[in-house]
């Protein structure tokens, strides 16, 4: 075979190992893309949530508290969210506020009534603890479909579902991951497991969804969603009831002043 042949092999297979990793790609893209679709056009809900702190010798610590969102029409914001704290005593009233945008980087701000001042949380801090629990602040935050690129992996069983797993690679250069591996189901569109990874490779969190209701005969919702943390061997886990949809928020229900007022 001569040089011109070789070269000719080697050329036809990078052309054909680019168009396939591309396939591969917009197929990740398209299942975020379909999943976004159906969880979208709910206008506003608001649902109170227990979380339960769970350290490596399984003590347990519960929080009470009230979630309210809203789904924006402003250009690129995408929702805001309002998580308030009514229980126990000394976090009652701390609050975090959450402006998510659909491509650029999200504006939070929380408020500790023991100081009595709003605090920004700067992107580089985001990768820190919520409230001394497994989620972080970049967790709380939104997960617009542009603020990630995508790689279709393979389909695996969902319990009695099956589910498309994707990989997705966070484009904020201040992330706290390297990437996320997400299990999706065929049916609804529904997350059911996340894979977190740190920027050093490393399996960081796990973080698993159950006991979906349909709400509005559209939205499916989880009861529960456990994030695990691997190398402290602590957890979180957050009960969901009591949602309300077209509750009538709206942005005035969601400024930093009503970080102050929320109880």
Known sequence: MNNYAIRFMFFLFFIFSFANAQSINNKGREIALEADR??????????????????SRSNTAERKLRVQILESTKGDV????????????????????????????????????A????????????SGP??????SFEDMRGHGVD?????????????????????????????????QVVWIDQQEYRIWKV????????????????NFKQY?????????MAMVNHRTGRATDLFWSNYQYDTGLSEADFNKNSLKRAR
């Open 38 to 55: 159906r969880s979208a056009g709910f206008g506003d809900f608001v649902a109170d949530l227990k979380m339960v702190l769970i350290s």
């Open 130 to 135: 919520f409230m001394g629990s497994e989620f």
């Open 195 to 210: 894979d977190y990874y740190d920027l050093k490779e490393s399996l960081l969190k796990t973080l698993t969804m159950s």
């Open 216 to 224: 509005q005969d559209k939205f499916w919702q989880p009861d529960k």
């Open 78 to 113: 995408g929702e805001k969210n309002l998580t308030v704290f009514n229980s126990p005593r000394d976090v009652r009233g701390a609050a975090l506020l959450t402006y998510s945008y659909k491509t650029r980087d999200d504006d939070q701000w929380l408020y500790l009534p």
């Open 147 to 179: 603020k990630y690129t995508y790689k279709y992996l393979r389909d695996d069983p969902c319990g009695e579902l099956s589910c498309f797993v994707i990989e997705r690679y966070p484009t904020d250069e201040n992330s706290g991951y390297s990437r």
């Open 115 to 126: 100081l009595r001042r709003v605090k920004t949380i700067a992107s580089d801090n985001k």
